[in-house]
């Protein structure tokens, strides 16, 4: 029985991905720092759920807290380690930036320095689709430059990327990217587009469409970014020399994506569908740090682990609405 370390556990991807693998008879040691970027009512609703099996054990703990992180390491054996902790956010980096590098940058080191003294099978860390900036080839490939960022939330995660590399090359540990293209469902961050324009409708308010809605989004359904995630964790890159590639080292990068962009237009219609009720909308400029499409190439992914993501916004966006009027007691 493999044992996995998690840290974000309480987050939305986190929580999910936990609660999956408990499922499936894996030892889940959970970590997060229940921060208040968001409600953290809704946090500790998902690790009451986790709580409830018996190979769960949480700790409460930031990553950027280096001694406490080499203990969580230290006390067990941990097989394999899912560092999904991150400052999550592409308009809160323009308001906070130091929170950033806190966690996105500090704390990552910390995970790849107690990955690398513990021996631990393979790491898998969360990276974006925000890295590919502004990025107007689509769909984005995997093998595209993405040196050129627009927000310090994307320029985070491209650091991510680049020290995951070099610990793979330095002390040969096996590390794998993910980069997560707009993520929704049940359970989801309120701070994401769909959960707002969600609450804003079923109250009657406003709901605020950027760039005058000319936007295209790769939206995922957090069930398939699981499955994707699980898949991949017996899927150790493997120090392999490529023709004209100067890297051997054992490391990958991933896109997860749904491999089909939405018009933002079309997706608040589904909303509005799924609700039963029109949203008053009011249009305003782009804002910093955004871009205007997103669309994923999944190819590496399908060809290493035969899946790529399927669910449509019609199918995700009723579960998150069916699981919206629920929790929070609406008819």
Known sequence: MKTILITGCAGFIGFHLSKQLLLNDYVVVGVDNLNSYYDVNLKQARLKQLKEYKYFTFELCSIEDKEAMEKIFSQGQIDIVINLAA???????????????????????????????????????????????????????????????????????????????????????????????????PWGRPDMSYFKFTNAIMKGEKIQVFNFGQMKRDFTYIDDIVEGIVRLMDKKPERVQVPNISSSAPHKVYNIGNNRPEELMTFISVIEEKIGKKAKKEFLPMQPGDVHATYANVEDLEKEIGFKPKTSINEGIAKFVDWYKEYYKLE
Request: hydrophobic letters at 35%.
């Open 87 to 185: 400052q999550a956010g592409v308009r809160y980096s323009l308001e906070n930036p130091s929170a950033y590098i806190e966690s996105n940058v500090v704390g990552f080191l910390n995970i790849l320095e107690c990955c690398r003294h513990n021996k631990i099978e393979h790491l898998i860390y969360a990276s974006s689709s925000s890295v590919y900036g502004a990025n107007t080839k689509l769909p984005f490939s995997t093998k595209d430059n993405v040196d050129y960022p627009v927000s310090l939330y994307a320029a985070t995660k491209r650091a991510n990327e680049l020290m995951a590399h070099t610990y793979s090359h330095l002390y040969d540990l096996p590390t794998t990217g993910l980069r997560f293209f707009t993520v929704y469902g």
